[in-house]
């Protein structure tokens, strides 16, 4: 397991913009992401912090029809660039769904190696990269005697962390996460927002989430998206969460934080 | 060490993204599938123009006779007379008759297995009506040449000697058999599992909020059945029916068993020894058929296929419109 | 304590009203139509197709609509009628239906034999009695054949599939129109066109795949169609969960979405087989038949289940029908297997899942 102590940020987002067909959603975003910390992504719904975050690692390219400004750079190289393959992206920034997605035909086991089958690449300590992978998510202790198992026989919290596992055997630099406990239960989501904060020493973690108390519970830093009246959507407000949360400079992110609106 | 979303003045440059495979192995792999597409697409433009080449001498030589001649002469070779009027007016002939005979069984039997029947019953009547979709034509003709023509030979004299002073119930020849009467039942036990499947699936998507508000409303189950089952359903029946059709214009060896090919129109004696069917007049001819003979096989074949595929565009048009759900 | 919403609602609709003696007024109206054509019948030695269609029938429409008003007013007059149709009709299904199956079984298992299954016909005439002779070749070629068609159509199917659902080409529709437009296309029409593209030319003699050839394009839109859907069911966050991962789309498509379609994909290609296995016009103009066991698809006449059926019914003697029958039980049998096998397997995928 390798730990990276970067003081820098390596992931930089600059004048995005995204549209979907001729629909503009996302207008002008400009976050840096600082390293080996925690940023969530909040706003109502509908405000694109769903979509910012699939622009992260080429995702969003997979809607037909989807469109793109700007540029990512992930330690300097912009991934829209025509000479970068999505594949070596998607290898570096690592992504956990809203949804637990485990692959239903395969064990708990090749579920977590799978990332190795599916990139074409081999590993000496398959075990090893199998143990540690399932540790770092925090479910090791509960699948160690059923790794032969199907994947989908595990509870909906467990197949969660099997997911974040999952992607933590392809130890991306970054990881990021589409509300991964909008579908848990109150206990599966404590476990998972544990694991973050442990993962953030050694990655950069980029969270959707629409729970502000998770938010304030795993997050360095925050950014308030809004999209109001037809406009395309944007950021409104991004700083430590403390200060978004408790000091917020603009009126809106006031109204939302304290539960006014969306 | 953040920075906050500072808005630029310039205007994005936008691009579309098009999730192009990157890697040469993703290249190759959509490639095989893009060439297999293709190679279905010209498969099925090969067939049509080679059948369109080797059709056009028959057709440039027979003119509209073709289709609307009634008459089959390919012993003298410097006068050859191929018109296959008789064989397309008795492939439309048999093929209404099957579902004018079959639509009342299918539908009646869909009603029964979706609306009457018990749990059991029902599904052991689905499973035999979808084993008997799957059954091939050939069994069926040989069933139909063998147990069935008996039967409906005497159907057919009885209806003669009741009816026998409406053309349609005529018989000069005395021979019951092998008539267009006969291969319309067969035609009949082809499609009947087929329109029952569909209808059945129909009717047991239906709403049944619907049904039961017209039953509560005071309407009798007749009522219901004809004024709301059978046009919410009606557009998917319909489009069975035209499945059915198609299927039924291309049967080949089952009409060739039960059916006496005559070069002569019958136009609706249904009970007479004689009728025609394209299909089965092709796997007659074909055996000691010369080049220029082929080339009337071939013409034959093209005018069925393309009557087919109109048939079968229809019947997919309403099916899709009608219900979505079920892809054709 | 009474508690009055605690007592027992009555079971029926309101407008069900009980009565006790509608039972049997029903059980009347469906058994004494029968009953006085049954003995009408008998008396007076009437044919029973007339004796149905003309004391049957207007009898029972009678007492239906007796019953029903009687029982239900005039509302249920027409659903009597309505009701009487149904099973009119359904029981007509049923006995032609079931004429069918039992002609096949019946006088299938009387040409049925173990010998009949594995020998072949080389010293058989049509007059030959049972005891010699089988459909072994046939059996044999009905193999090879179909299996040729298979090994072919299945990949060149699931590969439009994957166009279909995978790609984003525009031509997709194209090709989705024109493989559509193939089941169109009547066997006959396809037979003639492989006998006088192949062997009227000269290419071949009569074979194994000219036959296949023939049946392809039968075949095809068959398992491309079923392959297409049962790729669009696999989800597309499975799909996604892969390409997230770093997964080339071969890769994820191979790894991934297939092993998660794998039960569609099987039912692809039963019923892609089922589809073509009782064939008999494309075969009888480019196989042709023999008496012989021929284990080569790529040398001369071969035989098959079909084109054997035909060839004894065409003979018309009495023994060689017999063969005929027996072909088709076995035939039956094949389709039976097949279907039995989809149904296995759709049952599997309709199991739902342990957890969502």
Redesign the interface.
């Known amino acids: 397991m390798s730990t990276r102590i970067t003081g820098t940020s390596h992931l930089k987002s600059e004048n995005v913009n995204v549209w979907f067909g001729e629909r503009h959603v996302l207008k002008d975003v400009n976050i840096t992401f600082p390293a080996n910390q925690v940023t969530a992504l909040i706003g109502p719904s509908g405000c694109g912090k769903s979509t910012f975050l699939r622009t992260l690692n080429r995702m969003h390219e997979l809607i037909p029809g989807a469109g793109f400004a700007g540029k990512i750079l992930l330690d300097g190289t912009d991934i829209y660039d025509p000479q970068m393959d999505p594949v070596n992206v998607r290898l570096n920034i690592g992504m956990v769904f809203q949804k637990p997605n485990p692959f239903p035909t395969m064990s708990i086991k090749d579920n977590v190696l799978s990332g190795l089958r599916l990139s074409g690449r081999k590993t000496d300590d398959a075990s090893g990269l199998l143990e540690s992978s399932l540790r770092r998510a925090s479910i090791w202790n509960e699948v160690k005697d059923r790794l032969g198992d199907a994947a989908l026989s595990l509870s909906g919290g467990q197949q969660q962390r099997l997911c974040i596992a999952r992607a933590l055997a392809m130890n991306p630099e970054v990881l990021l996460m589409d509300e991964p406990c909008s579908a848990l239960d109150p206990g599966s989501t404590r476990r998972i927002e544990e694991t973050i904060v442990e993962l953030s020493e050694s990655m950069t973690i980029v969270i959707v989430t629409h729970n502000m108390q998770q938010a304030q519970r795993v997050a360095d830093e925050t950014a308030f998206f809004l999209a109001e009246d037809g406009n395309p959507g944007g950021v409104v407000e991004f700083g430590n969460t403390e200060d978004v949360f408790n000091r917020p400079v603009d009126g809106r992110t006031n109204d939302y934080v304290n539960g006014h609106f969306g | ?8 003045s310039h205007s ?8 192009k ?3 040469r ?2 290249r ?3 490639g ?10 010209i ?3 090969l ?1 049509l123009v ?2 369109f080449i ?1 059709a056009t001498p028959a057709f440039q030589s027979q003119g509209i006779g073709f289709i609307f001649g009634s008459n089959w002469n390919t012993s003298n070779p410097h006068h050859i007379v191929m018109q296959i009027g008789p064989m397309i007016w008795g492939s439309l002939l048999i093929s209404v008759l099957g579902i004018i005979l079959g639509v ?6 869909a ?2 297995i979706e609306f ?1 029947a018990g749990k059991t019953m029902a599904r052991v009547a689905t ?6 979709a ?10 139909g ?4 023509t008996p039967v409906a030979s ?2 057919a004299e ?1 209806l003669h000697k009741a009816l026998g002073f409406i053309p349609i119930f005529a018989n000069t020849s005395g021979n019951f058999s092998a008539s267009p009467f006969i291969a319309g039942w067969i035609v009949a ?1 082809m499609i ?2 087929i329109i ?1 499947s569909i209808s059945r699936e129909i009717f047991s998507q239906m709403d049944r909020e619907l049904i039961n508000a017209s039953l509560a409303l ?1 309407g ?4 219901t ?1 004809f004024k709301v089952v059978l046009p919410t359903a009606s557009g998917g029946v319909v489009g069975g029916v035209l499945l059915g059709l ?1 299927r039924a ?2 049967e ?2 089952a009409i060739y ?1 039960v059916l006496n090919l005559i070069f002569k129109v019958n136009w609706f004696n249904i009970i007479e020894n004689q009728g025609g069917s394209v ?1 089965s007049m ?2 007659s001819k ?1 055996g000691e058929a010369s ?1 220029a003979e ?1 080339s009337g ?2 013409a034959a ?2 005018v ?2 393309v009557v ?2 109109v ?3 229809i019947a ?1 048009y309403i099916v899709n419109k009608a219900q979505p759900w079920r ?2 | 304590m009474t508690d009055l919403s605690a007592q027992p609602r009555p079971a029926r609709s309101p407008w069900e009203t009980p009565n006790p003696s509608r039972a049997f007024k029903v059980a009347a109206a469906s058994t004494i139509p029968a009953g006085i054509t049954t003995v009408l019948t008998l008396v007076f030695g009437i044919d029973p197709a007339v004796s149905v269609l003309l004391i049957f029938v207007p009898l029972q429409v009678i007492f239906a609509i007796a019953v029903g008003r009687n029982v239900a007013g005039k509302k249920g007059q027409g659903d009597a009628v309505l009701m009487f149709t149904s099973v009119f009709f359904t029981v007509l299904v049923a006995v032609l239906l079931t004429s069918l199956l039992w002609s096949i079984i019946s006088q299938g298992f009387s040409a049925m034999s173990w010998h009949f299954l594995y020998q072949n016909n080389v010293y058989i005439d049509p007059t030959t009695s049972l005891e010699y002779g089988g459909v072994g070749h046939a059996i044999v070629g009905t193999v090879l054949i179909v299996g040729l068609t298979t090994l072919v159509t299945v990949p060149l199917g699931i590969l439009i599939a994957v166009y279909l659902i995978e790609t984003r080409d525009k031509s997709r529709s194209t090709v989705r129109t024109l493989v559509q437009a193939m089941s169109g296309l009547p066997s006959v029409v396809s037979g003639l066109f492989v006998y006088s593209m192949l062997i009227v030319s000269g290419v071949t003699t009569y074979a194994g795949w000219a036959g296949s050839l023939a049946l392809l394009p039968l075949m095809l839109p068959t398992v491309a169609r079923t392959a297409e859907e049962a790729l669009r069911l696999v989800p597309v966050e499975i799909r996604n969960g892969a390409l997230a991962l770093g997964s080339p789309a071969f890769r994820a498509f191979w790894q991934v979405t297939l092993p998660a379609a794998r039960s569609g994909i099987i039912t692809a290609i039963i019923l892609g087989i089922a589809r073509i296995i009782g064939e008999t016009a494309p075969l009888l103009l480019t196989t042709f038949a023999a008496k012989n066991t021929n284990f080569n698809v790529f040398g001369g006449p071969i035989s098959s289940l079909p084109t054997y059926l035909y060839q004894y019914v065409s003979n018309g003697y009495d023994t060689s029908t017999q063969r005929a029958w027996g072909a088709a039980l076995v035939i039956l049998l094949l389709v039976a297997i097949l279907f039995t096998a989809t149904r296995i397997i759709a049952g599997d995928r309709k199991r739902p899942k342990k957890k969502a």
Do not use: C, Q
């Open positions: 060490m953040s920075t906050s979303s500072e808005p630029t994005p440059v936008r691009r579309t993204l098009k999730a495979p990157f890697s192995a993703d190759m792999f959509f095989v599938a893009r060439s297999a597409s293709y190679f279905s697409v498969l099925i433009a067939i080679f059948l080797r009342p069984m299918a539908l009646s039997t009603y029964f009457m499973l035999v009506v979808d084993l008997l799957a059954m091939p034509s050939v069994v069926i003709g040989l069933w040449l063998v147990v069935f005497h159907w009885l036990v009947v599992p029952t005071g009798s189950r007749s009522s059945f198609g214009l291309g080949t060896v068993f299909a092709i796997l074909f080049d082929i096989l071939m074949g093209l069925l296929f087919t595929l048939v079968n565009w997919a892809k054709l």
